[in-house]
């Protein structure tokens, strides 16, 4: 058990320096004509772009420039454009615009992030200012994310104890794989971050590293791999606990229900990862991310969770396994689960 968790942790440790990203054009191949098209389009007429900070305003033209150059001008990691007329703000129609070009290289990143969060703190009180661009729009997305997640999380819990306690009457079950489930999803987005964010396989899958991984890309793949991952769980659990129920013996039933168990789990993984692997073999980036992502997902859980930490966990715990105060027992006794 301990050596498997160190293994996983290992895998995982990439996934500290996960990036989000919403990325566009960079995900279409090198070679793409339209790729190649807004390229060059960016780089000939740069205000076609939409890789800068553009700050609208609902206050009077006059206003604005103050607000531009006592609060905006100032910013680190961006510079105010000026309009024609030498001036920050442009009246537009119905409102007021302002736009920053930031300094680094990277349209999302940490300095374009903190750039908008300025702003918007600096916003006046007497009429409303608003930020868009891709840092502001991979904020509000995050933002959406992280205020959503924790009741998804209690959801998706609750529902995984809830399920699992009725099939097996166990407690300690559904909170061991609820636990074993973060570790092997952990080491999935350790392993994504490792290649597609910092660059390595690259020549072997076909993609040009980015500076992040999809947002909704990594929601997806936690998703589907929870999803997956529980399925194994159960294939291997309804054995245990087959074993448990006629034999009473703690050890013996890990045992018997994993090689009873361990052949399903092994091609059914197998078959699952050969269909995500196809996926690499697309063109868009985000396409070889989900597949690649889920395919290791998959390999992860069906190998070093599935068939050591689990089993390993299992036989350390014993007769606790199985074990749940006196009212959750009678509860499942009139309501268990059965095959």
């Not at 054009?25 to 339209?34: I, K, M, N, R, W």
């Not at 609750?158 to 909170?175: E, R, W």
């Not at 196809?278 to 395919?295: H, P, Q, R, S, W």
């Not at 509860?331 to 059965?338: E, I, P, Q, T």
Request: aromatic residues 8%.
């Amino acid at each position: 058990m301990a050596g498997t968790l160190v293994v996983l942790g290992l895998i995982a440790w990439p996934a500290r320096g996960l990036e989000f990203r919403n990325s566009t054009v960079e995900l279409l191949p090198l070679e793409s004509d339209q790729r190649q098209f807004l390229e060059t389009l960016a780089d000939d007429y740069p205000a076609t772009t939409t890789d800068g900070i553009e700050v609208i305003s609902l206050g009077d033209i006059l206003a604005t420039e103050h607000f531009a150059a006592d609060h905006l001008e100032a910013i680190p990691g961006t510079k105010l454009l000026t309009n024609t007329e030498g001036n920050y703000a442009t009246q537009m129609d119905g409102y007021v615009s302002v736009v920053l070009d930031v300094l680094s290289d990277d349209p999302e990143g940490a300095d374009a992030r903190a750039a908008v969060a300025e702003i918007r703190e600096a916003a006046p009180g007497d009429y409303a200012v608003y930020v868009t661009g891709p840092a502001a729009r991979l904020l509000d997305f995050e933002e959406q994310l992280t205020a959503g997640a924790p009741t998804a999380a209690i959801i998706i819990c609750l529902a995984v104890f809830i399920l699992m306690f009725l099939f097996t009457g166990s407690v300690l079950i559904p909170i061991k794989a609820l636990i074993t489930n973060a570790f092997s999803l952990l080491a999935c987005l350790g392993v994504v971050t490792w290649v597609f964010q910092e660059g390595h396989l690259e020549k072997l899958l076909g993609f040009n590293a980015m500076n992040g991984i999809e947002s909704y890309i990594v929601v997806l793949m936690l998703i589907f791999g929870f999803g997956l991952a529980m399925d194994y769980e159960v294939f291997l659990i309804s054995r245990i606990k087959e074993a448990w129920d006629r034999t009473g013996d703690p050890q013996g039933s890990v045992r018997e229900g994993l090689q009873h168990s361990g052949r399903i789990i092994t091609s059914a993984a197998l078959i699952i990862v050969m269909v995500f692997l196809g996926f690499t073999a697309g063109d868009l980036v985000i396409i070889k991310e989900i597949g690649f992502g889920l395919a290791v997902a998959v390999t992860l859980d069906a190998t070093l969770v599935r068939m050591l930490l689990v089993p390993a966990t299992m036989t350390i715990l014993g007769k606790w396994n199985w074990w749940a105060p006196r009212p959750l027992a009678w509860l499942h006794a009139k309501l268990r689960l059965s095959e």
